[in-house]
């Protein structure tokens, strides 16, 4: 049945039953924000009705004298919500259709009180929050709330609160809602911001972090125990983040389920009456695979490519601390909620006969379980340092991808072309109209129209490759992990990043690149410089029975980096150069019994960020015809029409 009425037993839910209790002997992380929620979804309405218990607690040495709250769905109220003005109504291709009213979504608080504690009454706070827009003044924004309390919350103690609200889903489009008997449910309940005490993060001073929602920044938030009991029509097949605890049929044709999740920043959910369940084991992690009917030959894929990233991220850079992961398999008409991370649970995307050479299933599932590390496990803050997610699960993404499936050939491997991932993110970049258009660093929602993905998830990738390059992969893997050890469920910022590499560069390459690698990042993340290095000439002459051979190199773009040239004699000799990349151009000269044959800037690719490879090699032989040359041009451009054809379907 569609339409349905729940009953909730005091066995379940009432109020002494709290889950604070913990699975772990001990947590994993401080635990800020703890949740207890019993919601029902009527499919026939597409709503929510919810019941909320949040413990919060204060991480500050000060008196916290308000609260501030998310309420997401707001985004989808209409077309004056800020994610509706900057979006368009549209994310990803996928639009909202404006003419029909049950497109748009929302949620509302019907009353917010605290519970009694031992120093104090209960206190009903629902007709005192206010609609506030931290970002942009947009007066008819309602996704931010404060809440003003009569009693602050002193250093160190706990407010518990009561929340009821009641929500209406949107038609999928971006992220979360419903398509036709499909919900994705993703930031659907009044959610607590992060207070930042004085040292978190920029904070020089305790102060709530709580922004909008915007169009390209995703979220932040803090760690948590949540336990969700959630009642959707019996037929209906669940998944969710966390594990599944207990279920419950009920007299009216519904059912209720209990999920369980500790040291989570966020709890998201799936219902649909036709997924196709396939379980399956990585060490100690149980995979669920969730997938639509047609896509049920394709389930395998999901989870070897999982366990691809499982055994990666174990190995390279920590450990994977959860004994779930449920992958959600869309519908083709639900393609907006395909493509998205939370905790323990991500959704992936594909469609009806996906040849094996196109990898998309793969590189998705790879792709969103590595947020499990950078959104999750690390929690940094999307509204603000995207790239400290985007851009290092993409590199990430890349070195799997092509370590995995093959470097030139780990997109796609289909009818004679192939694609390499990590040079499909770097085309991506480098090929910008205006590449220097803009700095990755900064508040997402500021970043220059439309170049979103390239400055958060591509650009970032490929410098992160470049560094990668220049100090080797040894000691990028160990300011990986170090990196992910010291800063796991602590909310870094881009300070704490670089100081890592300064440090763990410092300690195993000494001064190699100068007191630290603060250059490095001036230009890469808070700066636009665009690097392009040319091997100009070759030119030898002879001088007695030895040849004097004369390679100038280019800088063409603004980027300083250091570069190694590679140059060949004609009696097979080679000679690698250094040149510290800083002056507009540099000629070594080199004396040998022959002439230098050829020259090439950066012969290993390690400054993966240089934007035109096809100018970096210079030979003193031509091609044996003309044709053989502009055939190669040709070539080259071909390619990489093709590769922008590919990215964009």
Request: hydrophobic share 40%; charged share 20%.
């Amino acid at each position: 049945m569609n339409y349905f009425v729940i009953v909730v037993s005091i066995f379940w839910f009432g109020r002494s039953v709290y889950a604070q209790k913990t699975v772990s002997a001990v947590p994993l992380s401080p635990r800020i924000a703890n949740y207890q929620i019993q919601v029902e979804l009527n499919t026939a309405t597409k709503r929510l009705e919810g019941k909320e218990t949040l413990v919060w607690k204060n991480p500050s040495n000060e008196f916290v004298r308000d609260l501030q709250f998310h309420l997401y769905l707001n985004a989808f109220r209409n077309l004056q919500s800020t994610f509706m003005r900057e979006s368009g109504g549209q994310l990803r291709g996928e639009f909202i259709d404006k003419n029909d009213p049950e497109s748009f979504g929302s949620i509302d608080i019907v009353s917010i009180k605290t519970r009694a504690g031992a120093s104090g009454k209960a206190e009903n706070l629902t007709g005192n929050y206010r609609f506030i827009q931290p970002d942009d003044a947009n007066a008819d924004d309602r996704t931010v709330i404060r809440v003003p309390l009569s009693k602050p919350v002193a250093p160190g103690e706990s407010i518990t609160l009561d929340i009821a609200f009641r929500a209406k889903l949107p038609k999928i489009f971006a992220r979360t809602g419903y398509s036709r008997d499909f919900f994705l449910i993703g930031q659907w309940f009044p959610k607590i911001g992060v207070y930042e005490p004085a040292g978190t993060r920029y904070a020089t001073q305790g102060q709530w972090n709580c922004h909008q929602f915007h169009a390209h920044s995703e979220f932040y938030a803090d760690f948590g125990v949540y336990d969700v009991a959630m009642t959707t029509p019996a037929t209906f097949r669940v998944g969710a983040t966390g594990q599944l605890k207990s279920e419950r049929r009920n007299p009216n044709g519904t059912k209720t389920q209990r999920w369980y999740a500790e040291d989570v920043v966020d709890f998201a959910w799936t219902a649909c009456p036709d997924f196709d369940v396939f379980d399956d084991r990585w060490r100690h992690v149980s995979i669920r695979a969730l997938m639509q009917p047609e896509h049920a030959g394709q389930a395998k894929r999901h989870i070897d490519a999982a366990k691809v990233a499982l055994a990666y991220f174990d190995k390279n850079l920590g450990r994977y601390p959860f004994t779930t992961l449920t992958i959600v398999d869309p519908p083709v008409w639900a393609l907006g909620a395909s493509g998205m991370e939370y905790p323990t649970f991500i959704t992936a995307g594909t469609s009806w006969g996906m040849p094996a050479g196109m990898r998309l299933p793969e590189q998705v599932t790879i792709h969103e379980f590595g947020h499990q590390y950078f959104m999750q496990l690390l929690a940094t803050n999307e509204f603000e340092e995207a790239w400290m997610d985007e851009g290092f699960n993409q590199y990430y993404e890349g070195r799997i991808m092509d370590e995995t499936y093959g470097p030139k050939s780990s997109v796609i491997d289909l009818f004679g072309y192939q694609m390499g991932n990590l040079e499909l993110s770097r085309t991506s970049y480098v090929h910008l109209d205006h590449p220097a258009i803009a700095p990755s660093f900064g508040n997402v929602w500021q970043l220059p129209d439309d170049y979103y993905g390239e400055l958060t998830y591509f650009k970032p990738a490929t410098w992160m490759r470049t560094l990668d390059g220049l100090v080797g992969r040894p000691v990028m893997d160990e300011i990986m992990r170090t990196y992910f050890n010291r800063w796991q469920f602590k909310h870094p910022n881009a300070d704490n990043f670089i100081a890592i590499v300064n440090e763990v560069v410092g300690k195993r390459l000494g001064n190699r690149f100068g007191p630290d690698m603060s250059w490095f990042f001036d230009q890469v993340l808070y700066g636009n410089q665009v690097c392009d290095y040319e091997l100009h000439a070759v030119r030898s002459t002879k001088q007695g029975s030895s040849y004097r051979s004369a390679i100038t190199v280019y800088r063409k773009g603004d980027a300083q980096l250091p570069v190694e040239v590679l140059v060949h004699f004609e009696n097979g000799q080679e000679e690698l150069l250094h040149w510290d990349g800083k002056a507009r151009s540099h000629t070594f000269t080199l004396t040998q019994p022959t002439r230098a044959d050829w020259a090439k800037v950066d012969p290993q690719q390690k400054i993966y960020i240089d934007s035109n490879l096809n100018n970096n090699s210079f030979t003193t032989r031509p091609p044996a015809s003309p044709a053989a040359k502009y055939a190669a041009k040709l070539m080259f451009w071909a390619q990489n029409w093709m590769q922008w054809l590919a990215w964009l379907v």
